[in-house]
């Protein structure tokens, strides 16, 4: 599916008046797990910056027992602290990557800001070798600019 034809049913999602954000926010992930091929797992983690934790809150995918990470562990934690994208072609070439699942071999990873603040952000985990673009990154940041405005 097209990144324009996502947008739409993101923008219909988020707009949905009587679900919650982590409902809607649930549907955005199994939307754009099931629509592209090469996202086998997509989550949203939130900021706690008292604790210096990231919570998982909505995904689509196999389960994880990843549902709290510490800020500088692993490719979400490393984000909640440089408040920058993180593309991920090989995860066996980090050193400081977590396996969620020995079938994944590569990830992104784009921040959430809401008032300039990192709040979150969105992982996606692919069992395909070096599959995320430069559109790929846009589109998630537009995914969580558009989240942004529900919470």
Known sequence: MSFDSLRDK???LLAHPSTTAEQKMT??????Q???DHYDWVGFYFANHEAQTLHLKAYAGEET????IPFGKGICGQVAVSNANFVVPDVKAQDNYI???ITVKAEIVVPL???GKNIGQIDIDSNTPDPFTSEDERFLEWVN???AKIL
Do not use: G, I, P, W
């Open 10 to 12: 993101v923008t219909t």
């Open 27 to 32: 549907a955005v992930c199994e939307l754009l």
């Open 34 to 36: 099931t629509s592209m």
């Open 65 to 68: 027992d990843h549902t709290v």
């Open 99 to 101: 396996a969620c699942s």
């Open 113 to 115: 800001f809401k008032n």
């Open 145 to 147: 600019e558009e989240v």
